[in-house]
Every structure is written in structure tokens, then in C-alpha cells.
């Protein structure tokens, strides 16, 4: 069974703050990464994609890449209540590069208080 | 570039009634998907399509779902007949081949009662 997980939350974090939200995922064979957002009532937002071990930052996001310990993750820095949403980790569990289809994380819900 | 284009985005009808979903993906996109989206369940994959052939239905729930893509910019998921647990929003994403992330259509949200 190929899953991600994802804390669920809420993740509360005060604005101007750093927000980190976490992933795992079961499949070691796995090539793509990537961190959608989706507000409520809305269809999911790519905003991150990364492939390699190490950190890609892009503007205030960074997301971060441990194949590893099988890890993803993604910070935001000078957290907006505008990021307020739920941010759901996507993983292409298919070896080579392929268009298998991603498996989601059921979503992190952030909240950034004013 | 328009998006991927859903219809409708709302839809209501009576359980036993037959229910089509319709999906324009964009233009030059090889790779077209179905999720299903619940609270309980968050996105799950129903089928897929690269170049217009169906590759992998597992995730379709029985035999009361069923997808075509007859040409490169159009796919229909039909549900009949439709039953209060197949509420749920239903996305359909596109992409090009190579491990590149999807775009997601608005979305249909399906009630059934």
C-alpha cells in the first residue's frame, strides 16, 4: 500500500512566524515531490515541486527533501494569514520518470493568526 | 491558457439517477486524471489517462463509475447509478509526461440524496 501521511492539524502559527509542515511517505522508490495548497472550497494550487536531497526555496518557501528517512517538508517564512489553508504533500510513487499518478497526503490544515 | 476546464461545477440529482462529469484538460497535456475528495478519505486517484488510453482503473470504487477520453481534449466520468455515498468533490487534473506536477480543474462538487 503506497501512502503519504501527513500531520492533519490545525498547525497554528502567529504571523511574521516560521510554519513547518512534515511528510512521510512508504514508497523508498520514489522520484517527485511536491506540496499543493488548497483553500477551503477551492481546487489544489501546485506550489512546490523538488526532486533532489537537499532544499529548493522559491520566494518565502522553502521545501526540503530526505529520501533517505523518506521525509518531505515545507517551511514558510513570514507566515501571511493569507497562507491560511490546507497543504496537501504529493509524491510520484512510480520508479523512472514516468507519469505515474501521485499519491496525496490527506493535508495539513494552517492557520496563521493576525 | 484557459485551465483545465470542469462542468458542471455543481450537481445535485437523486440517488439511481445517472450523473456525467465532463473534463477539458489543458491543450498539449498528455495525462489526464480523476481524484475523489472526501473528508473522510481526502484525494483519491479513480483513473488515468495517458494519450487518451486508460492505464489503471483500480481506484475507480465498482462498476457503477466509468471514464473515456475519446480525443486529447475532452474525458467523461459517469456515474450510474449515482448513490448518497458517491457525494463527494470530483477533480480532474492534467499534465504533461515526466513526473511534472498537474493542474486541477475547479472541481465538481456531486450531491446525492
Known amino acids: 500500500q503506497k501512502e503519504v501521511e501527513q500531520n492533519s492539524g490545525p498547525l497554528s502559527v502567529p504571523e511574521g512566524a516560521i510554519a513547518s509542515l512534515n511528510c512521510t511517505y512508504s514508497?523508498?522508490?520514489?522520484?517527485?515531490f511536491f506540496w499543493y495548497r488548497q483553500y477551503s472550497g477551492k481546487s489544489p494550487e501546485l506550489i512546490m515541486s523538488?526532486?533532489?536531497?537537499g532544499d529548493k526555496e522559491d520566494g518565502r518557501f522553502t521545501a526540503q527533501l530526505n529520501k533517505a528517512s523518506q521525509y518531505v517538508s515545507l517551511l514558510i517564512r513570514d507566515s501571511q494569514p493569507s497562507d491560511s489553508a490546507t497543504y496537501l504533500c504529493a509524491v510520484n510513487m512510480g520508479a523512472g520518470a514516468g507519469n505515474t499518478p501521485l499519491v496525496f497526503g490527506k493535508g495539513t490544515r494552517l492557520s496563521v493568526i493576525a | 491558457d484557459a485551465g483545465v476546464i470542469q462542468s458542471p461545477r455543481h450537481e445535485v440529482t437523486e440517488m439511481g439517477q445517472e450523473v456525467t462529469l465532463r473534463c477539458k484538460p489543458i491543450s498539449g497535456h498528455n495525462s489526464l486524471f480523476w481524484y475523489r475528495q472526501t473528508m473522510m478519505r481526502g484525494l483519491e486517484l479513480l483513473i488515468y489517462f495517458n494519450n487518451n488510453v486508460p492505464i489503471d482503473d483500480s481506484g475507480m470504487p465498482e462498476d457503477r463509475f466509468s471514464a473515456k477520453m475519446p480525443n486529447a481534449s475532452f474525458s467523461t466520468l459517469k456515474i450510474q447509478p449515482s448513490e448518497p455515498r458517491d457525494s463527494a468533490v470530483y477533480f480532474c487534473?492534467?499534465?504533461?509526461?515526466?513526473?511534472?506536477?498537474?493542474?486541477f480543474g475547479s472541481g465538481t462538487r456531486l450531491t446525492v440524496v
Open positions: 514508497d523508498r522508490g520514489s522520484q517527485s
Open positions: 523538488i526532486y533532489s536531497n
Open positions: 487534473a492534467s499534465s504533461l509526461a515526466g513526473g511534472y506536477g498537474y493542474t
